[in-house]
């Protein structure tokens, strides 16, 4: 009689745990050398993640959302104030990231579609996270209306803190400002 082996389960948060400590050591992700540090195939590994680009998009979702917890934290006042003071947190954490400014150096292609496309869901997630930064912030309006301007929101801070990816030199937060201010109600 034939017996299959029963596939390996990785659980998604060990999964994430172990690619973003990879990732924080690396300034990449290595998938043959992510697999051999989890002790588990490659196959196995891409079974779990998708693609490199999905985990990629987990990782840096996953810190993502950490810096917006800690700008959240610091954020004072209310309305635009507060969305601004929020955002220029956010972009000094992101843009102080060493990591992220090395991989996006080595691999700017892969930083563009991760974090700029719908390849992953890393910009659909931040627009969801913009939208609700505006409402904790006493933004109001129409959702609708409100989401479009996250849309928008996130696309100029995209310009910010990824300039380098876009092909431009630095954006400075200042710069911005006034157009970012423009789009809350």
């Known amino acids: 009689m034939f017996v299959v082996p029963a596939r390996r389960v990785i659980d998604s948060e060990v999964l994430l745990r172990s690619a973003a400590m990879h990732y924080l050591k690396h300034s ?3 998938m043959d050398l992510l697999a051999s540090e989890m002790s588990i195939s490659r196959a196995t590994l891409y079974r779990a993640a998708g693609s490199r680009d999905a985990l990629f998009g987990e ?3 996953a810190i993502g959302r950490i810096f917006l ?3 959240g934290g610091e954020a004072i006042g209310t309305g635009a104030d507060r969305v601004l003071f929020l955002s220029r947190a956010f972009a ?9 400014r090395q991989f996006v150096a080595a691999e700017p292609q892969t930083a563009a579609r991760v974090l700029l496309t719908t390849a992953t869901d890393v910009h ?7 939208l609700g930064i505006f409402l904790e912030s006493g933004i109001t309006g129409d959702v609708e209306e409100l989401r479009l301007r996250s849309f928008l929101y996130v696309r100029l ?3 910010v803190v990824y300039s380098s990816v876009l092909g431009v030199p630095e954006v400075n937060f200042d710069l911005a400002e006034p157009a970012l201010r423009a789009l809350l109600p």
């Open 28 to 30: 990449t992700i290595d």
């Open 59 to 61: 990782v840096f979702w």
């Open 69 to 71: 917890a800690e700008a």
């Open 92 to 100: 000094e954490m992101v843009t102080g990231a060493h990591q992220l």
């Open 124 to 130: 659909h997630r931040a627009v969801d996270a913009q």
């Open 157 to 159: 801070m995209e310009s």
